[in-house]
């Protein structure tokens, strides 16, 4: 799918369960698998069809892919032998395309008598909505990792990055789903192989191993199962194999597994819990003595879905995004506080007290204020196939049931939004990682350089504070700084934002209701668990006031006052009665995070042409994560798995175009191709005061 088309609804298969008959596509009209059994048919044909579990043996990571997901029963069989395996590989990554996804009851239904119920169950439990792209669910801590890439498999195939050991290939019959089988199918799969590569399936069709023979495979028959004669292996010769595209950004493989973090707010933390998950030894260092003491330390946010009519590349990077936080939330209790959670002031400690929530992903609303009915809202929805799991759209005597408060605008209800303490998130993934992570505080980084194989940050005295392989910058605006000038041309803009509270007593008293779940519109309002409202916020460009301002809470007041009735009488509150917080956002111009590799080219290497950006040079080891504007609480879960899945090569939970659409580097090459510069000097760009150290340094350089 490219970046501006419409994804449409995903299609049924139409399964049929019937007692006493393998399911059934009504669709395809073919069953899922042999009356023998799915299980039975995943050992024989894909696993043992692949060498497995031998071939997983001592290695770090093995990465399958799947082609047709169908009721998962594959994946559910791979996981049982990797638990079953005390040679298990250390990480197991089962990457699937499905053009059919079921929905979760259907996949619920498909599972009711599973031999393998505990398994079965924690797919069901974590099954995303039917949204087209890729979703990543994480099992066993992470371990095991389920990639699924909802799409037609001509388009998903080309926009996975990843490099792949064995290959599954289960697709309804070639005779009732050629689509499955085609010769551009096994040239996709074979782009994303190595010299080893290994595919299987029960398919003997001639078709089928020609196809595989002309995309570079040597194919043999192997006895069948199940009725059938024979089945297919194959593995991909050396000289049909293709450098991985994932490659494109990682380390030496020999380089210890050792990475620093700069800055540990909701960017830094995500990026150092994953890397950590991944195995990496990672230090976060923050110029403040706690974690998610700048932007990250609001008291509360909120995070939602979009829908947007083209569904261009913020939208999808969005949907991705969100959905990665809702994978990550759901299975967490909101009422356990994170062990380490460092309390950061008053400000974020109202509603915070012992048992209190720290997110709530009971759903948001989001009014539409362009005048358009619900029903039309509904269309739209379906036009861009997003199904009710994703989002809907309400009257507005609907919506303001579900809010409790009086609203006069539809609004789309997306049930996977909510509310959320940073802090608490940023805790989180700091005790969750365990000894592996180790926060530093009051470690101000003033420049970097890499030397020996490492970077080495030093503070502004040129004292070295650390090294390592792998460094990511997450700490905000200050990143630029931290780079050589080449590197400090994109358009970042920063603005400061403040947001106002209101304490349960003083809400009361001023008759102002407890929403039941967040709403938005022009602004927000959200309830904290004490029954106070924390509502906003204020967009103020170079703007580098760090006081709580009377004239902001006023502001904030009107947009509280705006989103309903209920709230009217806000407007006439003394800003006196309001509690706040002020900080600063980085945005990029696209209004996309800055995601990715730093190119070679800041550092004196090659300039970037015209060429595609995953061709482009890297500096070894470098890593940007930032501008996370107004949605760090939606986008640094998926943000920090990318620069994890980068560096180390591993499937990357994002489509190709889509990394492109966040790399560091895009404003580089854009300008090339467009002959513009990167950077037109945005009006009231600036940046936002340091609260302790120094946010620039003399550039850095590779030794
Ligand atoms: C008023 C307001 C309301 C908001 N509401 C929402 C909302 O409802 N939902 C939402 O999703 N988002 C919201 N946001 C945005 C959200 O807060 C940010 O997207 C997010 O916090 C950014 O996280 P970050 O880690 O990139 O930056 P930060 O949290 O600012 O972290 C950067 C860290 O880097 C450290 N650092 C900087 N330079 C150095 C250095 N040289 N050496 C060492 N450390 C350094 C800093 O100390 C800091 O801890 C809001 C923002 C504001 C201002």
Known sequence: MSGGDTPGALPSAGLQLRPGEPPRSLAYQDVYHPASGALAQARHVFLAGNGLPERW????????????????????????????????????????VEGHPVDAAELRAAHAGSALPARAAALCDAWPPRTAGL?????????????????????SLPAL???????????????????????????????????GTTAATWSAARAVRDGLKAAGFSVSAAAGQGGKRDITQAWLRPEAAHPGRSARARLAPDAPREALVIGAGLAGAAAAAALAEDGWTVRLLDRHATPAAEASGNPAGIFHAIVHGHDGPHARF????VQALEQLLRPLDPRQPPAAEQRQGPAAAAGSGEGAPWFDL???????????????????????????????????????????????HPAWEFPGGGWLRPAALVAHWIAAAGPRLQFQGGMAV??????????????????????APLLVLANAAAARGLLPPAGQDWPLEVLRGQLSQLGPAARAAAGLPLPRRPVGGAGYVLPTPDGGLVFGATQQAGDTDPALRADDHRANLARLAALSPDYVGASALDPALLGGRAAWRASARDRLPIVGPAPAHWFGGPPPGTAPLRQLARAPGLFLLTALGSRGIAWAPL?????????????????????????????????????APARPAPPGAGRPPATAGTDAGPGGRID
Not at 69 to 92: I, V
Not at 174 to 189: G, H, S, T
Not at 318 to 321: E, G, M, S, V
Not at 662 to 670: E, T
Request: proline content about 5%; overall charge positive; some cysteine.
């Open 318 to 321: 969005h949907r991705a995004a």
């Open 57 to 96: 043996r001592g290695t770090a990571r093995f990465v399958v892919l799947e082609t047709g997901f169908g009721l998962g029963n594959n994946f559910l069989a791979t996981w049982q032998a990797w638990c079953d395996d005390p040679q298990r590989c250390g990480r197991l990554v089962f990457v699937s």
């Open 639 to 675: 943000c920090g798995r990318i620069v994890a899945a980068l560096a180390g090569g591993a499937p990357v939970p994002l489509a190709s175009d889509l990394l492109d659409a966040i790399d560091p580097a895009r404003f580089d090459v854009r300008a090339v191709r467009t002959g």
């Open 161 to 195: 990055v990843a490099e792949v050991d064995a290959v599954y290939l289960d697709g309804f019959a070639p005779a009732r789903n050629p689509a499955m089988w085609e010769p551009r199918v096994f040239k996709a799969i074979a782009r994303l192989g190595r010299a």
């Open 362 to 408: 009971g759903g948001l609303l989001r009014l539409d204020t362009r005048g358009l009915p619900a029903d039309a809202l509904q269309a739209q929805l379906a036009r861009l196939g997003l199904p009710p799991g994703f989002a809907c759209a309400r009257p507005a005597d609907e919506a303001g049931a579900r809010a409790g408060l009086a609203l006069c």
């Open 446 to 467: 003033a420049s970097l350089a890499r030397c020996d194989g490492a970077w080495r940050v030093r503070d502004a005295a040129g004292r070295e504070l650390a090294r």
């Open 135 to 155: 979703h990543r669910l994480a099992f066993d801590g992470g371990r095991v990792e389920l990639l699924l890439a909802f799409g037609d498999i001509a388009a």
